[in-house]
């Protein structure tokens, strides 16, 4: 049974920064693109950035980059989210996500299996 689970998600100030982690099981890591997701309440899931099999490669969406940064750890089976200089449009839950597919990885619909979601508030 393949499992995301997220974790670090909580309340913080505009300007603060804030690491996602995602741990995963039941997958071989190595073989999955990671991504994140952001939903808003009453907005549709958006795409935050995703990392290569190998680590070596990522992409962000323009309104956090720069500021958000995606590692993967293979051997914990985990991929993080570093989030620097928060401000409230990036209050949303975030999702992490894995694909095998190798195109199109801005899109939620190529991701095959996700996690649950944690919380991010950031307050001004």
């Known amino acids: 049974q393949v499992q995301l689970v997220e974790s670090g998600g909580r309340s913080v100030q505009a300007g603060d920064s804030l690491t996602l982690s995602c741990t995963t099981s039941g997958l071989t890591f190595s073989n999955y693109v990671m991504g994140w997701f952001r939903q808003a309440p009453g907005k549709e899931r958006e795409f935050v950035g995703y990392?290569?099999?190998?680590?070596?490669?990522?992409s962000y969406a323009d309104s956090v980059k720069g500021r958000f940064t995606i590692s993967r750890v293979p051997i914990q089976n985990l991929v993080s989210l570093q989030m620097d200089n928060l401000s409230p449009e990036d209050t949303a839950v975030y999702y992490c996500a894995a694909s095998s597919d190798v195109i199109g990885l801005r899109l939620p619909r190529k991701y095959e299996y996700w996690g649950q979601g944690t919380q991010v508030t950031v307050s001004s």
């Open positions: 990392i290569n099999r190998p680590g070596t490669s990522t």
